[in-house]
């Protein structure tokens, strides 16, 4: 006997999605809850009953004894859960009136439980509950164990720090509501920039250069160096108000003007996480990229780039926070790159420093050699766009023309300092592991030495001294001992930390092409407190001049 099989009916959606149609749906299955599902998705059960909640074999007994985080769950064999687990609700039964008033009773021995044991580890108890030892993470990680850098970690990290306050950075600048936004670049496409510029012409020379002292160069740990308060001048003036730029930019010698500190910011902003302010003022078809005064130029960051960086304090005691931390930095600078000047040796002065006057200073001028030093951004051979850079070089070694640029970074509290990994001493441990102090300053102070970098090689230094100096007590931020020196060779550095000198030039010339499509005026590039990106904002001509009322134009140490 022959069977005959008719298929159904397949009603095909018009819009071309997947599941029933609500115009085609029986009316024995109106008003059923439908959990939408891809056709990419895995289901190994069609229909899963299990509540774990009620289950005595996966512990439901032991839910109730450790809180409610843990998991009952867990203790289940991994697998796929069943499609749809968060539609549940939609599905679930309701129970009648007379369920109510059924319970269960626990005959098992009370004697017979054991109490969860702490955890200790090198953090101390891990409490599960409160979020990981120390409240760092919230992973189970004691001695070792899944960290959020992937492979093992420490006895002090966990899964990761998801649970951690994000921290919320200031403007470096107030945004006026006048202010006038232009463009929005996020550092994704900065990073995609690219420019290649041949060597500089060197226009100009000024300033006065003496010769580096080698003796600095034979301390270590056992033969460390108090760092001496020396008196002397040294300049920081912004572009506009340098009287060799001014007279450059009235013989039409280039078309942008800057300073080394102020590009080398702009080469390195994919790099910066704290935030800062560029000042650009076109003047019919040239452009000056200037700085406030008391903006973050005039100092030094610390552990900017740090997993967890310095935070900032009203205490004005608290020796460790982020402002303390970097006026301690300039200060180092400043008084080490004055230390490691050699008195017996002979000084360079090619022209007299164009911001010193004898009869208003009264203290010595700091060794400090400026070269005005001009760059070819132009993209084809005829095209001319020209950048006048003033450069600075802090002392030379044998010959005069073996320019030095001298900085210094710092330690302050190796305790204090945060992150999984614990900071090495540099008073006991620079000499044995100088490889992993330099790594992690790379790390932390990305951006603050990507800068020195690129600005020793704006420059034409030959070499870079990068002093180390500590504190010589945790809690004394007036007292520095230095306890090393090491020489590097600025396109060494720079390659080391994986600085592209061409993606910086890129920026420089991106950022100038925004600025000279606008009309004549000021503007404003301003690097977001919070965000990976910069912005260009139109501000009127006179936003900035009740800041700059009372400039000295120099900083005394």
């Known amino acids: 006997m022959a069977l005959n099989f008719t298929l159904p009916p397949i009603q095909d959606n018009e819009d071309g999605s997947w599941g029933p149609s609500t115009s085609t749906l029986p009316s024995q299955f109106q008003g059923i809850p439908y959990a939408p599902f891809s056709k990419s998705d895995k289901i190994n059960r069609i229909a899963d009953w299990h509540d774990p909640a009620l289950d005595p074999s996966a512990g439901g007994a032991r839910a109730g004894q450790r809180g409610a985080n ?18 549940s609700n939609a599905f679930g039964y309701v129970h009648d009136e007379d369920e109510k008033s059924f319970s269960l009773v626990d005959s098992g021995r009370a004697a017979g439980q054991k109490r969860a044991m702490p955890i200790r580890g090198r953090g101390g108890r891990l409490n599960v509950a409160r979020g990981g030892a120390r409240g760092r993470g919230t992973g189970f990680a004691p001695r070792g164990g899944f960290s959020s850098r992937g492979g093992r970690g420490g006895g002090r990290g966990g899964y990761s720090d998801w649970n951690k306050p994000q921290r919320t950075r200031d403007s470096s600048v107030t945004i006026s509501p006048e202010w006038q936004m232009l463009e929005e670049i996020d550092f994704a496409r900065l990073y995609k920039l690219n420019l290649n510029v041949e060597d500089p012409e060197d226009l100009e020379s000024a300033g006065t250069l003496q010769s580096y002292d080698k003796a600095f160069d034979r301390i270590n740990t056992r033969n460390e160096k108090p760092l001496e308060i020396i008196g002397r001048v040294r300049y920081n003036v912004s572009t506009s108000d340098d009287p060799i730029i001014g007279q450059l930019a009235e013989k039409k010698t280039a078309h942008i003007f800057a300073t080394d500190s102020i590009l080398s910011v702009l080469m390195c902003a994919p790099r910066s996480v704290n935030s800062w302010d560029i000042v650009l003022d076109r003047r019919g078809d040239q452009l000056f990229l200037d700085k406030r005064e008391g903006g973050p130029f005039d100092f030094i960051t610390v552990n900017e780039n740090a997993q967890d960086p310095p935070a900032d304090s009203d205490d004005p005691t608290n020796i460790n926070s982020a402002a303390s931390l970097s006026l301690e930095a300039t200060y180092i600078n400043q008084n080490f790159s004055s230390q490691v000047i050699s008195d017996g040796g002979k000084a360079y002065t090619p022209s007299p420093n164009p911001f010193y006057s004898p009869e208003e200073e009264t203290e010595p001028l ?19 766009f020209d950048i006048v850079v003033r450069t600075e070089v802090d002392a030379y070694a044998g010959k005069k023309d073996n320019f030095v640029t001298v900085k210094a970074l710092n330690e302050f509290d190796p305790r204090a300092q945060g992150g999984s990994v614990k ?7 620079l000499d044995t592991q100088k490889g992993a102090i330099v790594a992690g300053e ?32 945790p809690r004394d931020a007036q007292r520095h001992v230095i306890v090393g020196v090491q020489s590097y060779k600025p396109t060494d550095f720079a390659r080391q930390m994986n600085v592209s000198i061409t993606n910086g030039w890129g920026i420089v010339r991106t950022i100038a092409d925004l600025a000279l499509k606008q009309p004549e005026g000021k503007y404003v590039l301003v690097k977001d407190p919070n965000n990976p990106m910069i912005r260009l904002y139109s501000v009127p001509d006179n936003a900035f001049d009740a800041e700059g009322a009372t400039v000295d134009g120099h900083d005394d140490m």
């Open 366 to 384: 700091a060794s400090c050699l400026y070269r005005y030093r001009k760059f070819d951004l132009g993209v084809g051979e005829d095209e001319e």
């Open 442 to 473: 790379m790390k932390n102070n990305s951006a603050k030495l990507a800068r020195w970098a690129v600005q020793s090689i704006l420059a034409g230094a030959e070499q870079m001294k990068m002093g180390y100096i500590s504190r010589a007590n």
């Open 423 to 429: 900071a090495l001493d540099w008073r006991k441990n």
């Open 70 to 87: 843990y998991s009952v769950s867990a203790n289940r064999r991994p697998g796929r859960e069943a499609y749809g687990a968060s539609e």
